[in-house]
């Protein structure tokens, strides 16, 4: 094409053409497009003017012009300029088409610098409203900024590693304002934790990762061994399947392929430990064993057992208490868990999201992760976000100030408050026959089953129909006792457990529209000859981005559906590549 084509790191590529320009990639700055557009347009650099409706970050250029065309604006020197768009931030690259008589395509950039549209969601993030859990009171808290820190979704699933408390119900709360949530349904499910072994369970336990570094992975090769005492299975009869299926890792396999694995040698009627009930793909009832051995025979017969409980007495110990039995004579039993969430709110390079003001961190916010965490990482996170990023851009955004006062009687707020009070009665008055925890247990089921460690379009596509069914009925049919001005974890639950199910249809929708496999999201259609993850980073190489659908997610009404917004990841310095490790 005719024209030229500017590069810079934090804008990306900017292909520019006779006709028109093509925007890719993370646009994060428009001061910055600005500057750059009108030096190469040999223009001068226009000076930002501070009552301009562009709030200075947004996630890629979604300025008004894009959403009725045309539009006719002014250069600088007096010239009209007829813009018109569409695509922007969708499935394909925003175009903007300019037409000024006379005017050479290089100077044409030059209106580019007039974009000055709202923030995608037109919102303003200027507090909070609260129930305090003690005296059902119902607070208003004002302020200039609001931060997330309100820690990852794992709980959907009912049964993972994260504490009883943890929810989804802040990020999700932001997320019904206006606020995209990034690749929901990427989950890490971490391969050693204490496995399930009844209805009776709340949540479950990680075991350090550690452990597979001198703990070997075993299950007996045949299904009749399966209910014997393991140190009565001879060598001969094991099946040490990391080591054999992933020579040159063994046992210190990725997450995501170590936990694939158990499931698929449960699968087969070769996983150890009780008989645990449940529901299979059809929904019929079933006893599965869900567990494989982690032994540290070997190792305490190459270092002794006094060096293997200096490194790991603190985890023996705490698997005794657990379970009862003692690690140092029979194998522990392991099996994967949910343990991280990867998604969460979009956030753009400053953690802020695309609301005005409101900020996210740490594992509420998709940002450091792809559809993998890695060893500490989420420590990492911690610290990065909270002492180098968030005081330095909150600093910034504060030094737009002063801001508009905002009182209680604000009629945001008014209305805030009232929706936040109405869905409480809503939850007391339902009186139906239900406990929420039955709720939130079925929800945990059909998330593993369908949308766990495998997923397939067939199995999301029933996840989706269940959960839109679930959500019908939560609201027509849960009983939630006590009354709203006392503690009352009945109504806690209530709140958290709504939000869970329809976080749990848009990770499903996620993961369904998401057709290749790639880290902690393995899709059954998409693996290789031998069974491993199959990426296709030709055609999903972006974060995901989703919007809230206008009248709730269990609407079958595609307008009303959540909305994908695209963010491309472009590598400069690395290539892309399928791994190994056979």
Known sequence: ?????????????????????????????????IEILAQEAGMPIPERDPQAPWPGRVPQPAPAVMSRAPVSLTDASGQPVTVTGRGAFSDEPAVVRMARPGRDAARDTWALSWWAGPWPTGTDERGIIARDMVTGEIETHLADVVVLASGGYGNVFFLSTNAMGCNVTAAWRAHRKGAYF?????????????????????????????????????????AEDCDK?????????????????YPAFGNLVPRDIASRQAKNMCDEGRGVGPLVDEVDEHGNKRQMRRGVYLDFTAAMERMGEAAVK???????????RITGEDPYKTPMRIYPAVHYTMGGLWVDYDLQTSITGLYCTGEANFSDHGANRLGASSLMQCLADGYFVLPNTIRNYLAEGPFEKVDENDPAVVEARRSVEERINKFLSINGTRTVDSFHKELGRIMWEYCG????????????????????????????????????QSLEK??????????????????????ESCGGH??????TEDGEALRHDDEFAYVAAWEYGQDGLVSEDAANSPVLHKEDLVYKFIELKQRSYK
Request: with cysteine.
């Open 1 to 33: 094409d005719a024209g030229c084509r500017l590069e810079h790191e934090d804008v990306g590529a900017l292909p520019i053409c006779d006709a028109e320009v093509r925007l890719t990639g993370m646009v994060t700055d428009r001061d910055l497009v």
């Open 182 to 222: 990034g690749n929901p349904c990427y989950t890490q499910i971490h391969p050693t934790c204490i496995p399930v072994s009844g209805d009776h369970q709340s949540k479950l336990t990680l075991m350090s990762e550690s452990l597979r570094n001198d703990g070997r992975i075993w299950v007996p090769k045949r």
């Open 229 to 245: 005492d393991p140190r009565e299975i001879p060598e001969e009869d094991r099946d040490y399947y990391l080591e054999r299926i």
């Open 310 to 320: 200096e490194k790991y007495g603190n985890l023996f110990d705490m698997y005794a």
């Open 453 to 488: 460690m495998e997923r397939s379009e067939a199995g999301l596509t029933k996840a989706i129909g269940l959960i839109r069914e679930l959500k019908k009925e939560f609201w027509s049919n849960v009983k939630v006792l006590g009354a709203a001005d006392t503690l009352n």
């Open 494 to 515: 209530a709140g958290r457990v709504a939000d869970f199910i329809e976080l749990g249809e848009l990770m499903c929708i996620d993961a369904l529209h998401r057709r």
């Open 522 to 527: 393995f899709r059954a259609e998409s693996q």
